[in-house]
DNA sequence: GTGGTCTAGACCACC
DNA sequence: GTGGTCTAGACCACT
């Protein structure tokens, strides 16, 4: 369920959140269901333990899991229906300098826009 | 017309980069015309020479700007006209995370078309 | 396995990269596997780690070295069986004046030949 | 007569040095025949004066051309007839990383030699 | 004055 | 522990 590209320059940790929301997303996890322990996640991946707790708590702060202690880690309510504001202008600035960057490689913007929509509608629900 | 936001999470020696690569696109800097001299910018962006001469080594390598010894550096003849498929291919890379976050954020890929339009129409020649 | 030369005019960053190439041809260094990290290497050489991750940055840009971020710096795979033609000519810019000031010195075509072909077998798989 | 290549990585003044040293070997500087002066070939050349003094001094200090006080430089005696060991030394640590590169490059024996033999030749007595 | 190399040492992100 | 970024300051090669 949680796939991690050990050749990508994306940090793992990185990869675990968005592969967590994106089970969500997915339905893969449903609301309240419980996650994978540290360790066993840790072990699948083989991965360092520290990797997979750092990523579960970046993702509480965020509010997309809560953490039971002596239970586990379990999926939040509906957590992913309402980004803050702030998140919406983080996310925007990491799309600016990218698109200057496809600027100067001479992409065209309708390049863009046909890459974008099937990394997009790639993964639906 | 360099600007380096220090708050930024991006090394300074990126946007610096990007930076030039816009003034270039803006047609701010024309083909072979001397760029400021790596103490020079340091000075006026107050920071360290060999942050600044980082990022125009960079752009040597990419084949932006070329640089002459006891002369300076000089932006580099239609440099931006021929990307390397392994350029492009770092790009998408860069892209497909993006995308991913965006959806869980709820964002529709009528608003990401939307904003990228901006973005790509913002910074025309 | 890393030597350098203190008194050499190569810049040692040069030298190091040449050495680590040098190591991959002769199979002491293979596919995946580690190479001292930069902390490692500096204190052996008595060099600055400044100089060593210089040396390693520039060999994964020609994607002959692998780095992981918290883990370490690995050799790539089968990654110099591919010179772009940039690279090549780039090195025959290098031969060109070398083979003028032979000439020069007196040096015959024969003799160039068989230094050549000692260095070029000296060093073998 | 003397030509430089401003693209070129080389530095200048090791240019002029190469270019006269070929004119001799070419036979058109003969022996005790006045070379143009530093003011002249700077012009000539639209170069800094100092690049071309450094590369006269340069030549003077291996004994190629000679100086005379008030009156000029001038083409020296067979200078290039008795190569020192130390130079034929100096020339082979030249070759040696040339030829690691090249073989990390992929490029082979007979490519190498093939080129050299044509550089070698290309500009013949 | 120009960029290139190197050292020393600090702080950060990642595993 | 790993590599990445940045500062400070020195010395060198080139024009």
Not at 8 to 21: A, C, D, M, R, T
Not at 94 to 106: D, N, R, V
Request: hydrophobic letters at 40%; charged letters at 25%; zero cysteines.
């Amino acid at each position: 369920m949680i796939t991690i590209d050990k050749t990508s320059v994306q940090p793992f940790y990185e990869q675990i959140i968005l592969s967590i929301k994106r089970n969500i997303l997915l339905g893969i996890y449903e609301t309240d269901e419980k996650l994978p322990s540290v360790r066993e996640l840790a072990s699948n991946l083989m991965m360092n333990p520290n990797t997979i707790a750092k990523a579960y708590k970046s993702l509480e702060q965020e509010g997309v899991i809560v953490t039971k202690k002596g239970l586990g880690t379990f999926v939040g309510a509906l957590s992913h229906e309402k980004p803050l504001s702030t998140q919406i202008d983080g996310w925007k600035n990491k799309l600016a300098p990218i698109i200057t960057e496809a600027k100067f490689y001479g992409i065209t913007l309708e390049e863009i826009m046909k890459w974008m929509k099937e990394a997009y509608e790639g993964e639906s629900k």
